[in-house]
C-alpha cells in the first residue's frame, strides 16, 4: 500500500467545491421552455413527421431574428449544421431558404482540413477541440444540429457507456459557446404506445444527458382530420408537456425556377402530455424503411398542394427515412402519376396525385375543385399569415405504375437517362 501511494504525485487530489462557492446561474433560454443555451436536446419522431424540415425552421428563426411557434421573438445570431444524411446543396440550403433564413448566418461542417492540400472527413472523436475553436471564430453561434446525433458516436449506439462517452465532449462543448445542441433521430419501429422518452432509438443514454426531448408525430382525429404536432415528452429543467400543431408546404424558391422545399406552417398551441398529444401508436414496419401506410400520408401530404418535382419527392423521403422502394410502392398504391412538360418547370418530371383522389377529397369537402377555394390561413415560419399554394394541371390517371414500381413506357417516353432525373 505504502509503494502504491509513493507513485502518486504529491499534487495530485480530488477537487472538490463547497456549495456555497458556487457563483448560482439561471438556465439562458434560445425559446423559453423549448432550447436552453449549453444544453442538449433529442429531437425524435416517426419516418415521415419532418424533423429536419422543423430543424430547418429552428434555424431559420435564430438567424434572423424571427418569432417562436409561440409567438416569442427570438435573439438574432448563427446556426452551425452537421448533417451525415442530407445534402446541403440540394436539400438543407432549399429548406432553409424556404423558411426564410439568413444564409450568412447558417455554418456547415463539411471536413477537417488537415493540411492545405488535403481535408479528410470530420471525426468527432479527434475533431471536437478544433471544431469548438473554429466556432468561437465564426461568432455568435447559438443553436447547433446534428443531424442523425448517431453520427457523433463511434461506436455501439446501442451501449449506454460508448453512447456517453462521445456525446459527453460534444455537450461540454456546447456548454462552452452556450449553444443549444439539438441531436435528430428515429423512434424505434414497434414501440407505439409507449412513452416517447422512452421511444427514441439507441441507448436510453441518448435521452438521459439530453436536459429536453422533443418529440413529432401524424395524428388523425375521429373525422379523419390529419395532423402534425411537436411536443415536449421530456424536460429535466422546465416543463415537460404541451406542443405546438405544424404542417408542411412545398414552395418554389424566388430566383431558382423549378427548385422547391418544404417548410414548416406552424399552427395552434396544444395543451396535454405528449404520449396524448402524440396520438395512436403507429402501425407495425414493413421493414423496407417505414410503414405503406404512413408512406402514402407521407406522399398524399406532400402532393396535395400540387405537383412536386420527383427530385424534391425524392430528397423530402430521404429527409423523412423512407426508403426510395417504399416510396414507390406508396406511389403505385395511391395512383400517384408522374408526369415531364405541360407547362411545368423546366420540363422536370413532377409528381402528382390522380384526379381521381382530387374528385374524391373536393365530394368529401376537404378540398375544392376550385384553387381559390382551397386557400387556407396557415402561420408560417415567416411568422406571416399566408395561403397554401396551388398549382392547376391536367390530370391522366393512366400513368400509375405496377405493383413492382416499374415505370411502364408512356412514363419513360423522352426520358433522359443522363439527366439527374435518371439517378432517382
Known sequence: MVEAE?????AARV???????????????????????????????????GKTTIAMAMAATVTRGGRWPDGSRCARSSVLIWSGEDDPQDTLVPRLMAAGADLSRVFFVTGTRSTPDEVRPFDPAADLDLLQRTVRQAGDVR???????????????????????????????????GCALVGIT?????????????????????????RVVLATAKREDDDGNRSQVLARAKSNIGQDHGGFAYEFEQVELADHPGVFASRVMWGE????????????????????????????????SLLEDGPVSSKSVKADADGAGYSWATIRRA?????????????LAN??????L??????????????????????????????????LRGVDTDFDADDDLDEEAVPDPDWLAGYDANSDEARI
Open 143 to 177: 443553436l447547433m444540429v446534428v443531424d442523425p446525433v448517431v453520427s457523433a458516436v463511434s461506436g455501439d449506439s446501442h451501449k449506454n457507456t460508448e453512447v456517453r462517452r462521445a456525446l459527453q465532449p460534444l455537450v461540454e462543448m456546447a456548454g462552452t459557446i
Open 347 to 352: 420540363g422536370q418530371w413532377h409528381w402528382r
Open 331 to 343: 406511389q403505385t398504391a395511391l395512383g400517384v402519376v408522374a408526369e415531364k412538360g405541360k407547362g
Open 269 to 300: 398551441a396544444l395543451e396535454g402530455e405528449a404520449r396524448e398529444l402524440l396520438g395512436t401508436p403507429e402501425p407495425a414496419g414493413d421493414g423496407e424503411g417505414g410503414t405503406l401506410a404512413d408512406a402514402k400520408r407521407f406522399l398524399r
Open 15 to 49: 477537487e472538490l467545491v463547497r456549495a456555497d462557492q458556487i457563483k448560482i446561474e439561471p438556465i439562458r433560454w434560445l425559446w423559453d421552455g423549448w432550447l436552453a443555451c449549453g444544453k442538449l436536446h433529442i429531437l425524435a419522431g416517426a419516418p415521415g413527421t
Open 354 to 387: 390522380p384526379d381521381t383522389y382530387v374528385e374524391k377529397e373536393a365530394e368529401s369537402g376537404r378540398c375544392s375543385r376550385k384553387r381559390e377555394d382551397a386557400q387556407q390561413k396557415k402561420m408560417s415560419t415567416f411568422g406571416k399569415i399566408e395561403h
Open 186 to 210: 428515429h423512434f424505434s419501429k414497434g414501440t407505439g404506445g409507449k412513452d416517447p422518452a422512452e421511444r427514441v432509438t439507441g441507448s436510453i443514454a441518448f435521452t438521459a444527458l439530453a
Open 6 to 10: 509513493a507513485l502518486v504525485p504529491e
